[in-house]
């Protein structure tokens, strides 16, 4: 029986091993298939993300090579369907439109006009008879209070400039235009502003009004301008107003908006009707977001009165457009120094007033004139010490006889009403610089008027460049050296670049540019826009200047290249070297304050006229964007990056491009962005020097009165614009999000 027990439980041991060997081979083979499929899997998504990295280039690859052949096949241009453009007649609707309002409302346009002409006239007429020393005072003094000594000195440069360049009555001619322009602009746009923070509903009817006044070209104001107010000053103002206006508008009311809610809600505790809230409390809080509004305000004014001489207006821009006319780049320099001295004169003027006052502490000596960070060095403060002491007895006199203004008007009026005299004496006594401004300028007209006629500029302070310029530009021009550069700049963008690009635009067929530009809305942005910008493609080819857009397009895509072949190694050099950025950031300020119609000068000096010297024209007012968003996407890479990538072994070159370049993708594409539309409106003027496409198309119209063309062609330019721009805005967000830099919330 033992021996029966034994064999038994030897048996029940053995299935017990066997059972237990089958379970453990059975949980090797599960494991071994679970690590089977993870592998495989991991190298499908390495395959489907391989996939999709070859995916994109290779159908944009694919999409050159048949728009080539379809290019190749066709002998003439690509033209939209004469059925849908023959019924689509929007250039007539807008002109029987124009006639129907000027025929019903032309009466009511001209007393608006009339009013406008009056005032107009005498701002100009105040400033041009006036003594040169009180026109020269009404500038200065502001611009000293506000900005500074040097500031104060600047305008005195500026204003000596004007004269001596012999553009003094034009000068005021277009800063009285100008003035009143951004009076009226600021008075409304406060008005509509105040208004949008108020009621939402007031706001939503604003913003497309107000998105559709911000993208139209400036030029395509002039058009209703003319038609209905005439032509002159007038309809120059009147079409500032409209272009300039929107800034004003936004900025009012984000500053109102943007007020605290601890503060609304403190006023509303101690009883402060809304009126009062409005008035005494988001107003005034709001001053600095309404000044840089008033800022950009009149920049854009200055911009758009400068191409006011087109339809009548008189000023410096006048002056520069016959010099165009009659090739005289001596005398277009010196209009266009004038207006680029004037523009960073008005320009740091509004800025001061929306900076605040720097506090210094006791210790420090305050600088009036040399630069603060300077205080360090002792010749500096050597230096800054008489003015300190000027700056002092200045300041006394100045309240001595504001308090005693003040103290006159308190006695006399406290015999009607003590109240009163106060409130109005404590109101004088705050404005310290601006009775005694008014006492010097009364000082001035008294003996100008009953001791010694002082008169217009002094014709003895002449200081022309004119010849000067001239005679450095026809030394240039017969020069063997820079005739070869320049023809082989000319021949380089115009045979390798601009001719090739626009015959391959120009004869791919409208259908299939129009389904690639929806392929790319769909794909970076979605399916509503793709719809859009089928519309929006499909509106340029139905007003029959399909081939007039692929000629901007191609001007503007061979501008936005020679932008950033220029201008990322220059961004790539500031960014390692502050000194350079800190001149070069001089520069690009000038540039960027300098109205767009000035960079013609330059290019019509050194390459004449042309179709390549409008794409130069507006390479160099289209750079600025792109240096400084490389500059500030590289700079802003972190410290540590460089330092791990110089650890492991990397170069200066592998460092950037390989981490830093990849991290500043998106600011390079906001970059390409603001080109682009810069760009776009460049678009405008450069048919004065030889530009095509629909810029030629918008003064064609303007000078055939025929305001549908001229429109139609203006519309085109801002939808081109628009579809671009909401592409390379939907990819850099995409490049933040991969990097990111914000999450898919925002």
């Not at 728009?67 to 019924?87: G, H, M, R, T, Y």
């Not at 032309?106 to 105040?126: H, L, M, Q, V």
């Not at 929107?246 to 009126?275: C, D, M, W, Y």
């Not at 670049?497 to 129009?514: C, E, G, K, R, S």
Request: charged content about 10%; overall charge positive.
């Amino acid at each position: 029986n033992f021996i029966i027990i034994t064999h038994v439980f030897r048996l029940l041991l053995k299935i017990i091993l066997l059972q237990e060997f089958f379970s453990f081979k059975f949980k090797i083979i599960n494991l071994c298939s679970i690590k089977k499929f993870l592998m495989s899997a991991e190298s499908s998504i390495n395959n489907k993300s391989r996939f999709n990295v070859y995916l994109t280039p290779s159908l944009i690859f694919f999409g050159i090579i048949i728009a080539l052949i379809l290019s190749f096949q066709n002998e003439e241009a690509s033209v939209f369907p004469k059925f849908i453009s023959d019924q689509f007649t929007f250039t007539a609707w807008v002109n029987e439109g124009e006639d129907y309002l000027r025929k019903h409302f032309r009466w009511f346009t001209k007393i608006i006009a009339n009013y406008i002409k009056s005032g107009y006239y005498f701002i100009e007429d105040f400033l041009i008879d006036s003594p040169w020393i009180l026109v020269v005072s009404i500038l200065f003094l502001p611009c000293l209070v506000t900005g500074g000594l040097g500031l104060g000195l600047y305008s005195l440069f500026t204003m000596y400039f004007w004269g001596a360049t012999g553009m003094w009555d034009e000068s005021l001619q277009t800063v009285g235009l100008m003035g009143l322009s951004v009076t009226l602009c600021v008075f409304f746009g406060v008005i509509l502003g105040t208004l949008c923070s108020q009621s939402n509903k007031f706001l939503n009817f604003m913003s497309p009004i107000l998105d559709t006044m911000q993208v139209m070209p400036a030029f395509v104001y002039l058009f209703p301008a003319v038609f209905f107010f005439g032509i002159g000053g007038a309809p120059a103002i009147l079409a500032t107003m409209i272009y300039a206006m929107p800034p004003i508008i936004r900025l009012t009311n984000s500053g109102i908006r943007q007020v605290p809610a601890e503060t609304i809600e403190s006023a509303t505790s101690f009883g402060s009707n809304k009126l009062q809230l409005l008035f005494k409390i988001k107003i005034p809080l709001s001053l600095p977001s309404i000044m840089m509004g008033v800022n950009q305000v009149i920049m854009m004014a200055l911009a758009l009165v400068v191409l006011a001489c087109f339809i009548g207006a008189e000023g410096i821009g006048g002056q520069v457009w016959l010099a165009i006319r009659n090739l005289d780049v001596g005398w277009a320099m010196e209009g266009g120094l004038c207006i680029l001295f004037m523009a960073i004169m008005f320009d740091r003027f509004s800025s001061a007033f929306s900076k605040t006052p720097e506090i210094l502490p006791s210790n420090v000596q305050k600088f009036y004139l040399l630069p603060q960070n300077w205080e360090k060095y002792y010749i500096a403060r050597i230096l800054e010490k008489p003015l300190s002491f000027l700056h002092y007895v200045t300041n006394y006199v100045c309240i001595t006889i504001t308090n005693l203004v003040a103290y006159v008007f308190r006695a006399v009026l406290s015999l009607f009403n003590k109240q009163t005299a106060n409130d109005i004496g404590e109101f004088i006594s705050k404005r310290f610089y601006i009775i005694p401004s008014f006492i010097v300028f009364f000082i001035i007209t008294f003996i100008d008027s009953s001791i010694y006629e002082i008169g217009s500029f002094p014709k003895e302070w002449k200081l022309s460049i004119r010849q000067p310029i001239a005679n450095a530009v026809d030394a240039l021009t017969v020069n063997p050296g820079f005739i070869a550069f320049t023809k082989g700049l000319r021949g380089f963008v115009y045979l390798k670049l601009l001719h090739p690009l626009d015959v391959f635009l120009t004869h791919i067929p409208w259908w299939y540019m129009m389904g690639v530009f929806t392929l790319i809305g769909y794909f970076t942005v979605g399916l509503r826009f793709a719809f859009t910008t089928a519309l929006l493609l499909l509106f340029i080819g139905a007003c029959g200047i399909w081939t007039h857009s692929m000629i901007t397009l191609s001007s503007v895509l061979v501008s936005v290249a020679l932008c950033f072949a220029i201008g990322v190694p220059l961004g790539i050099i500031a960014s390692y070297n502050e000194r350079f950025r800190n001149v070069q950031n001089v520069v690009l300020d000038a540039m960027q304050t300098l109205p767009y119609f000035c960079y013609l000068i330059p290019v019509l000096m050194f390459f004449g006229g042309g179709i390549v010297s409008a794409v130069l024209a507006t390479v160099i007012y289209s750079i600025p964007p792109i240096i400084r968003l490389t500059t500030l996407g590289l700079t802003q890479v972190s410290v540590s990056y460089s330092e791990v990538s110089r650890s492991f072994g990397g170069t200066l070159l592998q460092t950037l491009g390989k981490v830093k370049f990849p991290l500043a993708v998106p600011s390079l594409v906001i970059g390409f962005n603001q080109t682009v539309i810069l760009a776009f409106a460049m678009q405008i003027v450069t048919p004065l020097i030889g530009g095509k496409g629909l810029g030629l198309e918008v003064f064609n119209g303007l000078a055939r009165s025929d305001t549908g063309r001229g429109l139609a062609a203006g519309i085109a330019i801002v939808l081109l614009a628009i579809i671009i721009d909401r592409i390379t805005l939907a990819y850099t967000k995409k490049q933040r999000l991969a990097l990111g830099l914000v999450t898919d919330n925002k």
